[in-house]
């Protein structure tokens, strides 16, 4: 055998060594892709089944903000929150069961005079469903407050209203004038500043103050509210609450709902509801 024979012998065996290595190498190549395909398949799969189950839980549950269930230390108009467990109001003996909130705000026409209360006392007569709640208002001192109450007391835009907020803990409130029951109305459509608020930060048991939100000393508006307790309210924006009236008489009243308690279910509303059926206001003489 000559050595070109050799050479292409050598050569053929060569060529036929690289043959099976790139066959081996591309055998591999399908393999893995196959393997990868496979994963890829199992990934998807797996991934739907997670999102239903993700997707069923949350359609079964529900978790409250944990910032929803906190409430303000001061009267002011905000909404009541969500929390847990759900209770059912208690109607308490002497007490009507209140109607329902109103599904939408009322409407205010005009705005409140302030030179026809000036000078001037009025006797107040806020019928609720459980009994009647009398204050004499003090036109002189707060004569933006009293102008307000009077208008809205003529068209009858507390008529129903529940009373949504109650506090037992630190200051003695209940809170009113929400015609949506909610405490987050849009209010009448008008606001004023702060008028008569205490110097020593003092709200004696039976005063009647308005509602604001906290850090707006000019957003007064329609929410009231009457202490029960002797309560102390630090003018933490340099303003306080505008006293505008005194109870005289039903004062007992707002005590029982304040025994009952806040409703656990909110945190916020009395757990005894109280309604205002409707408010009349006279000059008194």
């Keep these: 055998m000559t050595k070109e024979q ?3 012998r050598e050569r053929r065996r060569y060529e036929k060594r690289e043959l099976k290595l790139a066959q081996k190498e591309a055998q591999a190549v399908r393999d893995k892709q196959a393997i990868l395909a496979v994963i890829g398949v199992l990934v998807v799969v797996f991934g739907f ?3 239903a189950n993700v997707l069923s839980n949350r359609s079964d549950t529900s978790t409250p903000d944990p910032a929803s269930t906190v409430a303000s230390d001061t009267p ?3 909404a009541p929150a969500s929390a847990t467990p759900t209770v059912t109001p208690s109607v308490l003996a002497g007490c009507t069961k209140p109607p329902a909130a109103l599904a ?3 409407a205010v026409t005009g705005q409140p005079d302030l030179a026809a209360v000036k000078g001037k006392t009025f006797a107040a007569t806020i019928t609720t469903t459980c009994g009647a709640v009398t204050a004499d208002l003090d036109g002189t001192k707060a004569p933006a407050a009293v102008s307000s109450f009077l208008l809205l007391a003529k068209q009858g835009y507390f008529a ?3 009373c949504h ?3 037992t803990t630190g200051i003695w409130v209940l809170q009113c004038g929400d015609p949506t029951g909610t405490g987050s109305g849009p209010g009448p459509g008008y606001h004023f500043g702060v008028e008569n608020a ?3 930060d003092v709200y004696p048991a039976g005063t009647l103050a308005m509602a604001r939100k906290s850090g707006d000393p000019n957003s007064n508006g329609d929410q009231f509210f009457i202490v029960y307790k002797d309560t102390t309210l630090p003018k933490s924006d340099g303003s306080g609450y505008t006293v505008f009236g005194k109870v005289t008489g039903g004062l007992d009243i707002v005590n029982k709902i304040a025994a009952a308690g806040v409703n656990p279910s909110d945190q916020t509303s009395p757990l005894a509801p109280i309604s205002i059926l409707t408010v009349d206001v006279q000059p008194k003489a």
Excluded: F
Aim: hydrophobic share 35%.
């Design 6 to 8: 050799d050479r292409a």
């Design 49 to 51: 089944v997670w999102l």
């Design 76 to 78: 002011s108009n905000t």
């Design 104 to 106: 939408a705000p009322k």
């Design 160 to 162: 129903p209203s529940p």
């Design 165 to 167: 907020r109650l506090t």
């Design 198 to 200: 205490p110097a020593n």
